[in-house]
């Protein structure tokens, strides 16, 4: 009864907080038919949007996974001064509020910030630009390959690194052909989460943005702006691709947990 009764709570938390409310912006999306559904994903504004959202995801996650990758190395493989300051400053953005991360950006580069006037002088535009929402989406993202990578690093040990070491391999060999190996599925986890956070992100994107139709909307500006505005139907077809996303996002981390035991029960 007590297993009954368990698994009927969590199917019912499910159900109240996921199932409805994906049901809820499907239902609306397709309110005013599948015409006016996908004449919504043409719009122009949509289209810029989605991709400003690809491009800040494909220029934020090669380099949270590059930043990430050699932080856990370092963190875990090696002893050095610093070491636990590194540590607290990869958590800082989970602890800070993604709007104070977009403020501090715009104290930075903003018209009146510290580099405000360098960068008039030299014609450059950081904030309410591309330049600024790839950083903001770059600052509330980076811990996420970094905080996957680390506990799975430590609980591997450096035996098998050393092994190689003293049989004659490179640094670069152990990297490819002991570490990497090790770590592949913890470090394919972190890029996924990384990729839906930063397609995802609101806050700090929010500030620093601008709200410029088809130039400095994301997905999820786009959706707010549609929706303050009442175009409803508009906005729940926005809010749809990103649903997708997470249904995508939620496939894939279930695939590579699947994959991650099935690796460590054969072997």
Not at 79 to 108: E, H, N, R, Y
């Amino acid at each position: 009864m007590v297993r009954r009764l368990l698994i009927g709570t969590a199917l019912g938390f499910l159900a109240l907080f996921l199932a409805l409310p994906l049901a809820a912006v499907v239902t609306h999306a397709l309110g005013d038919g599948v015409p006016a559904y996908l004449r919504a994903l043409r719009d122009p504004d949509t289209l810029a949007a989605v991709r400003l959202t690809l491009l800040t995801a494909a220029i934020a996650v090669p380099l949270n996974l590059t930043f990430g990758l050699a932080a856990a190395w370092a963190i875990t493989k090696f002893a050095f001064p610093g070491k636990q300051l590194l540590v607290a400053l990869i958590d800082l953005p989970l602890t800070v509020s993604p709007v104070i991360c977009g403020m501090a950006f715009v104290l930075l580069f903003g018209a009146q910030g510290w580099f405000g006037s360098w960068l008039s002088d030299h014609d450059l535009k950081v904030v309410f630009a591309v330049p600024g929402i790839v950083l903001a989406t770059l600052f509330v993202t980076f811990p996420f390959v970094a905080r996957e990578l680390i506990p799975l690093m430590q609980e591997q040990g450096t035996e098998e690194e050393e092994a190689a070491v003293v049989l004659g391999a490179s640094g670069w060999q152990t990297f490819r052909r002991v570490t990497l190996p090790n770590i592949k599925w913890g470090l394919l986890y972190g890029v996924i989460v990384c990729s839906a956070r930063a397609m995802g992100e609101f806050g700090a994107v929010s500030v620093v943005s601008g709200h410029i139709r088809g130039v400095t909307n994301t997905v999820p500006l786009h959706v707010e702006i549609l929706y303050n505005e009442y175009h409803l139907a508009a906005a729940f077809a926005a809010a749809s691709l990103l649903a997708l996303l997470a249904l995508v996002t939620l496939a894939m981390q279930s695939l590579v947990e699947w994959q991650g035991r099935r690796r460590g029960e054969s072997t």
